[in-house]
């Protein structure tokens, strides 16, 4: 190739740098998708990119880093403001005092969402007490080998979102004066795994709107009272006893309760968990799962008035007599979705009779339109009662889908045949029985 060609193929790869020709707000948006070892190694480019990336508002770091390469990268921030920081730790690599280090520059950085994983085999990170007070901060995220030891209220007036995932706690005062001290929270996670260093868990928050609490193993003599009058949506993963206290959520939208286990002799569970339900009424959408046969009870007059859709697993007997009650007591319900369990089940007591309401509810004759049955077996007596009872009483019914995946096609078709034997009250109702799952 003569020199002049090759000048001209150097020229027009220069020409073709359309990158760098970029506003630096998208660049920037570009380099905060990378790697952040990727995005210093642009620095080598050319002239435009050689202090670009210390203005990428996104960071990302973890253990197979050296920690003078981080603190060097995080000292070299020249963006106003961080907008986030990932930081995955190993205890056995950094001490804590090199974590805390790195943590407190971010937060000198005006950092808005902080993500902090700790790993490793060395004692807990003790999440410094100093730096709860940062203005900046709007999303906190805490996971594994971390604890809490917050001796008085902080000050996180812009947090909103708060995910506390397996990390530990100094005592119950932590807890309250962490919380206490978010005056914007909306979001919170919480992930407890097996653990007994707080009795009671108290998660009092005027303006949260978002609560998914999993109580994982939990100590047996732990409590757990939500007080939180602006809760929108619950999201409750543990067990439905006395140790869960929902005192006020007045405005709460939708709930979802799974039932980790309780003790089958105790019959105050029944009575409490009965009065977690009446403590729901309020809700437009809910979804229960229960783990054990309870005697499903709830305050006489209970009523919820402004359901238009449940969510009911099928797993337990209970679960039929409890269907029955809820029916009757949710006038307005327009969808009704059961899920039962993937394969059949051979123990007896998924025989138990079904206690049909005494008369047809209201929801029935004026307002069910949608129902989904997932996992439908068709051949245990009480999922044929219930499953025609709908069918028979529900006169608004606009389409009723079975699906089953596990069993032989011809049994789908079998399954089918027999559900239109049945003489629907509605005379529009489409019915279908699919092999996929299905989701509302």
């Known amino acids: 190739m003569t020199m002049k060609r090759w000048k001209s193929c150097g020229q027009s790869f220069r020409n073709n740098d359309r990158i760098s020709e970029l506003p630096e707000a998208l660049l920037l948006e570009i380099l905060s998708l990378l790697p952040t070892k990727d995005v210093r190694a642009t620095s080598v480019l050319s002239n435009r990119w050689r202090s670009l990336w210390k203005m990428v508002p996104r960071l990302e770091f973890n253990e197979r880093m050296v920690s003078d390469n981080i603190s060097r990268c995080l000292l070299s921030h020249q963006a106003p403001v961080l907008q986030s920081l990932h930081l995955e730790m190993n205890s056995d690599v950094f001490s804590n005092m090199v974590i805390g280090i790195l943590v407190g520059i971010a937060f000198g950085l005006h950092v808005r969402e902080l993500v902090l994983y700790v790993y490793g085999s060395q004692e807990l990170f003790r999440f410094p007490f100093s730096l709860c007070n940062c203005e900046s901060l709007e999303t906190l995220i805490l996971g594994q080998n971390i604890i809490i030891d917050v001796p008085s209220p902080v000050c996180l007036n812009s947090l909103r979102t708060l995910d506390l995932d397996g990390v530990g706690y100094k005592d119950d005062e932590s807890v309250l004066n962490l919380l206490s001290g978010c005056i914007s929270l909306e979001n919170l996670v919480v992930h407890r795994l097996e653990q007994a260093d707080v009795k009671t868990f108290t998660l009092a928050v005027p303006s949260l709107q978002r609560l998914t609490l999993t109580a994982e193993n939990d100590d047996e003599d732990s409590v757990y009272v939500i007080n939180a009058p602006s809760l929108k949506y619950l999201k409750f993963d543990g067990v439905l006893d006395d140790t869960c206290l929902i005192e006020n959520t007045p405005e709460l939208v939708e709930a979802s309760l799974r039932d980790r286990g309780v003790d089958d002799d105790d019959d105050v569970s029944d009575i409490v968990f009965g009065n977690i339900l009446g403590s729901l009424t309020s809700v437009k959408r809910l979804s229960l799962e229960i783990s054990a046969s309870l005697e499903i009870k709830f305050p006489t007059g209970s009523i919820f008035s402004q359901l ?26 327009q969808v009704l979705k059961l899920i039962g369990k993937k394969y059949r089940r051979k123990d007896p007591v998924a025989c138990m009779k079904w206690n049909q309401p005494k008369d047809v509810p209201e929801c029935l004759l004026l307002h069910l339109e949608t129902v989904v049955w997932k996992n439908y077996q068709g051949e245990i007596e009480v999922e044929k009662e219930v499953a025609k009872y709908i069918l028979r009483n529900t006169s ?20 089918l045949k027999e559900l239109e034997s049945v003489v629907m009250a509605s005379n529009s109702c489409q019915l279908v029985f699919k092999e996929v799952d299905i989701t509302c």
Do not use: Q
């Open 308 to 333: 238009v859709s449940l969510e009911l697993h099928t797993y337990e007997p209970e679960v039929w007599n409890l269907l029955s009650l809820m029916l009757d007591s949710s006038p307005i319900l």
């Open 396 to 415: 608004r019914l606009k389409k009723a889908t079975f699906s089953n995946a596990y069993i032989r096609p011809e049994k789908r078709l079998e399954r």
